[in-house]
């Protein structure tokens, strides 16, 4: 459930491509020049500071050692940031709208973080995709070695390490916003578009069963990836980025949703297991149907919060924020799904063999 994540990060960074409101504010631009020169930041020695600006240097601090050297707030980026807190409380005692800055709202550092709930949210993010790798790795050691159905397990654990990876670079990216943070962020975020993409379509044309399609099917994703790594790198443009990810995007959930169909079909044609491993068979069209529909329905609904963008800063949290929230439940669900509906192929496949 990352892909409407990714399409919603993306569609958020364009922004900065194109300027925010308070990028342009004369105040904005004045408290900068006023900050580097009597920092003073490298290059801005001997730039004369008006007179009369005591007032406002007075505000102005140097970053901590710490800060400086271990989340690379140099002396410009940190004028940055007290500027855009100048200009927000000068703006709210004005009766004033806060207005964003580089794409983004004014957050205050807490406790080292620039985007405090967006990183807290990114990091519980995390473990829907951890617990699911475990489970899938303890579905893994029951199965025999030789069974071919392993393989669908396999590519769902690289759903769970990719989504991992996308949320831990999620995590340090709203920690900490630099151009690596963020490039690291769209990579593995694209990444786990793809794997999602993958994985479900390996199971749905059960490519389990062929090795040269499911090999070609693999090659092809790679290569995908690989020349998606090396568009970015070389000519980096947050439009191409999320035209790729809408695309991959919509075709996972175009598959989570065939597959609830394809279900559907086969437990009305009365395609049922004669036994099952920890598969209840009274809960089968709820586990197998009704989930993965709510899955897309859920995420989609979600998404809302991004479209009726909103910030509080006395609270210091964003739509965005409470969009992360809204996501780790899916996430959970997601593996659970994966999980009850290869029980049930596996067990179908069980009875025939039987």
């Not at 930041?41 to 730039?47: L, R």
């Not at 669908?152 to 151009?179: N, P, Q």
């Not at 099952?276 to 149907?289: D, I, M, T, W, Y």
């Not at 995420?299 to 924020?321: G, N, R, V």
Request: glycine content about 4%; aromatic content about 16%; charged content about 20%.
């Amino acid at each position: 459930m990352l892909c409407l994540w990714v399409l919603l990060t993306i569609s958020g960074l364009i922004q900065r491509t194109l300027g925010s409101p308070g990028d342009w504010l004369d105040e904005f631009i004045d408290c900068k020049e006023l900050c580097e020169a009597s920092t003073p930041c490298p290059g801005f020695e001997g730039v004369e500071v008006p007179s009369g600006a005591s007032s406002e240097i007075a505000f102005f601090t140097e970053a901590s050692a710490i800060q400086q050297h271990l989340l690379f707030w140099d002396c410009e980026s940190n004028c940055d940031y007290q500027c855009q807190q100048v200009v927000t409380q000068m703006r709210i005692a004005a009766g004033e709208k806060i207005v964003q800055f580089h794409g983004k709202w004014p957050f205050k550092r807490l406790f080292g973080m620039q985007e405090l709930f967006s990183t807290l949210f990114s990091v519980a993010n995390f473990f829907p995709h951890y617990r699911g790798y475990k489970l899938l790795q303890r579905e893994l050691t029951r199965l025999p070695v030789r069974k071919r159905s392993r393989f669908i397990l396999e590519k769902y654990c690289y759903v769970a390490i990719a989504g991992m990876l996308a949320w831990t670079s999620s995590s340090i990216f709203h920690f900490r916003d630099l151009e690596v943070t963020e490039k690291l962020d769209y990579f593995f975020a694209g990444a786990t578009v793809l794997s999602g993409f993958h994985g479900i379509l390996i199971r749905i044309l059960r490519l389990d069963k062929s090795d040269k399609f499911r090999h070609v099917v693999t090659a092809a994703v790679l290569l995908i990836f690989s020349l998606h790594v090396l568009r970015l790198y070389f000519d980096w443009s947050y439009t191409y980025n999320m035209r790729f990810n809408v695309l991959f995007g919509l075709l996972q959930y175009i598959l989570l949703l065939t597959l609830a169909y394809k279900n559907k079909r086969q437990l009305k044609a009365g395609k049922l297991p004669r036994k099952s491993h920890h598969l209840p068979r009274e809960n089968l069209f709820f586990e197998l149907c009704v989930v993965p529909v709510a899955l897309v329905v859920g995420t989609a609904l979600a998404m809302s919060c991004e479209l009726f963008d909103f910030f509080s800063y006395s609270w210091q949290i964003d739509s965005h924020a409470i969009w992360h929230a809204c996501t780790v439940l899916p996430s959970w669900k997601l593996y659970d799904f994966f999980l009850h509906d290869f029980r049930y192929l596996d067990a179908c496949e069980d009875s025939i063999s039987d």
